[in-house]
């Protein structure tokens, strides 16, 4: 591709918030196998996940070397982490390890058992065009509420880091399918790039290369018609185009990292022309159809962890927020979730018993914010005694309750229902839901500097 026609798209793409990324891969011969790991925002509270893949990576080159498990943000020893990161990627890009590939747009394909084909375009996405306020009317938002205290440690991974490892996926409204699916699927330009299993059974990851103008100028084209539909069905030229799937805290932390960036360059007399062009501006991302066949809406349950699981259970089914609990089985209330009863509507689970819990309003909140309240009233009460994880899936979060937690259970909101509920209503509560299983969420692999 030449300049020329770089720079003829790259305006067309800015348009939407799109930037063609300059993508740096493993050298060739590197086990990709040990390369790829999960997202870090993954098993945050299961140190038997991490210590296998600990065991599995040994001394290769990894992702695992250059990323932070977020369950380690809180460890005594997070700033040596943090230090060790920072220098593993030097090493990694002076002797080699990481090599630039070319700027391409990255077409991925992802098979789990659970899920099947899972389809997206890896694009950098433009964070001037990014707003994670609750009344954001930029092209890309949030979906979930921000917790903006989550910010300033990841942050601190960022800010002296020399690449950004996506796990990021952005959701689009393509009902028919045109775009991933349909065009960029049957392509004849795409250029295979890797082809692995992924560990701790996360199925199979496939990445083709799209670098010729005529390619990108259709999917251009066709991202720019899906646009127009939006502006129509949502009865607004601002209309909510991109939609935060997964990793909403990181996009966050990126657009805190840019502005940050951006003042520090005019602070020292940048030229606007200059600041435009830091690759800071831009974070790289996953860009999935919300209605891809191979993308399950899961919810995001909740763990409350205290010294006496049954006395959160007494606080939680006498709180003022609580009409009723009512003790059930397991396979019934599993099912009632995931009814349209079930959807103003929660569980809990003490280890022993299951129970449904009735809100007394169940119109105002959805069930994963009441949940949140609860806790934040218990915390309150009783500071430093209880603390709150977020997990995916039902026996992950159940097994929980062998370290003193309380799993609570949530439904989740349908898919169909998203762009029009936060389009109106603005971001969803914080974790409201998951695509997919733990295993299933983005595994790493492809770099950008982003100094």
Not at 83 to 111: C, F, P, V
Not at 315 to 324: E, F, M, P
Not at 337 to 355: K, N
Not at 387 to 407: C, M, P, Q, V, Y
Request: aromatic share 8%; hydrophobic share 35%; with cysteine.
């Amino acid at each position: 591709m030449t300049d020329t026609t770089y720079k003829t798209l790259s305006a067309k793409l800015e348009l939407l918030g799109l930037h063609i990324p300059l993508l740096y891969l493993p050298e060739k011969g590197t086990d990709l196998d040990k390369w790829s790991v999960v997202a870090c925002d993954q098993y945050t509270s299961d140190h038997a996940y991490w210590d296998r893949v600990e065991k599995n990576v040994g001394n290769a080159p990894s992702t695992l070397r250059i990323t932070l498990p977020e369950i380690f943000l809180e460890a005594p020893d997070v700033e040596s982490r943090i230090k060790t990161i920072h220098e593993s990627m030097k090493q990694y890009l002076d002797n080699g390890t990481i090599q630039e590939y070319g700027k391409a747009i990255m077409y991925i394909e992802r098979k789990t058992d659970a899920s099947g084909l899972r389809q997206g375009l890896l694009f950098a996405m433009d964070l001037e065009r990014y707003d994670y306020a609750r009344d954001s009317k930029t092209l890309i938002r949030a979906t979930e509420g921000t917790i903006v205290e989550r910010i300033p440690p990841r942050l601190r991974v960022r800010k002296e880091a020399t690449f950004e490892l996506p796990h990021i996926m952005i959701l689009i409204d393509d009902p028919q399918r045109k775009l991933i699916e349909t065009l960029v699927a049957t392509l004849p330009s795409k250029k295979p790039v890797y082809d692995i299993s992924l560990m701790e059974h996360g199925g199979t990851l496939k990445g083709y290369a799209i670098d010729d103008s005529e390619s990108i100028t259709l999917i251009a084209n066709t991202l720019a018609s899906l646009y127009d539909t939006s502006c129509k069905t949502q009865n607004t030229n601002q209309p909510l185009f991109f939609a935060m799937g997964d990793g909403n805290h990181s996009l966050a932390t990126a657009k805190a990292h840019w502005e940050a960036t951006k003042k520090a360059l005019r602070d020292a007399g940048a030229t606007d022309d200059v600041i435009m062009a830091h690759p800071a501006r831009f974070a790289l991302a996953e860009i999935v159809n919300i209605h891809s066949p191979g993308l399950r809406f899961e919810p995001i349950h909740r763990a409350i962890f205290s010294d006496s699981i049954k006395d959160v259970a007494d606080y939680v089914k006498n709180h003022a927020l609580v009409k009723s609990a009512v003790q059930i089985d397991e396979p019934s209330l599993k099912s009632l979730l995931q009814s349209p009863d079930g959807q103003s509507r929660a569980g809990i689970w003490d280890g022993d018993s299951y129970f449904v819990l009735e809100f007394t309003d169940p119109s105002a909140k959805l069930p994963p914010a009441y949940i949140d309240e609860i806790f934040a009233a218990y915390n309150a009460e009783y500071p430093s005694k209880g603390k709150i994880d977020f997990i995916h899936g039902w026996d992950d979060t159940k097994k929980l309750s062998k370290e003193n937690a309380l799993g609570c259970f949530v439904p989740v909101i349908a898919r169909e229902r998203l762009f029009q509920w936060v389009g109106k209503n603005g971001p969803l509560p914080r974790k409201a839901f998951s695509m997919g299983d733990a295993e299933e969420k983005k595994y790493y692999m492809e770099c950008r500097k982003i100094r």
